[in-house]
């Protein structure tokens, strides 16, 4: 299994970015595919999540109406489009993948089982 994350950068608050985890080694819609992101000094946060076994996505409180989770099957990517950006969404945004972990779990703070090596994202006031 190996993802890697693409995108991230310097953007001035209030703009836009969007990140793509590229995904192999497995059967795409078999897994369950997370964000998450870890700012200096602050624990990993779950950002959202999409699901093609339970046709669901997540996101978390402080992205909700801000972010969105989609999915190129044919390219085997899944995307995390970023607006309105805040200097609080600075972090290393990192992709994840699991082939038993639910939106539930994830939720619960389940760790995933495949990550990928995470992207910057840095949000300047």
């Known amino acids: 299994v190996q993802l890697v994350e693409s995108g991230g950068g310097l953007v001035q608050a209030g703009g836009s970015l969007r990140l793509s985890c590229a995904a192999s080694?497995?059967?795409?819609?078999?897994?369950?595919i997370g964000w998450f992101r870890q700012a200096p000094g602050k624990e990993r946060e779950g950002v959202s999540c999409?699901?093609?076994?339970?046709?669901?996505?997540y996101y978390s409180p402080s992205v909700k109406n801000r972010f969105t989770i989609s999915t190129d099957i044919a390219k085997r990517t899944v995307y995390l489009q970023m607006n309105n950006l805040q200097p609080q969404d600075t972090a290393v945004y990192y992709c994840?993948?699991?082939?038993?972990?639910?939106?539930?779990?994830?939720?619960?703070?389940?760790?995933?089982?495949?990550w990928g090596q995470g992207t910057q994202v840095t949000v300047s006031a």
């Open positions: 994840a993948a699991d082939p038993i972990n639910t939106i539930a779990t994830m939720i619960a703070g389940v760790p995933y089982a495949y």
């Open positions: 080694g497995f059967t795409f819609g078999d897994y369950a």
């Open positions: 999409i699901s093609e076994k339970e046709d669901n996505t």
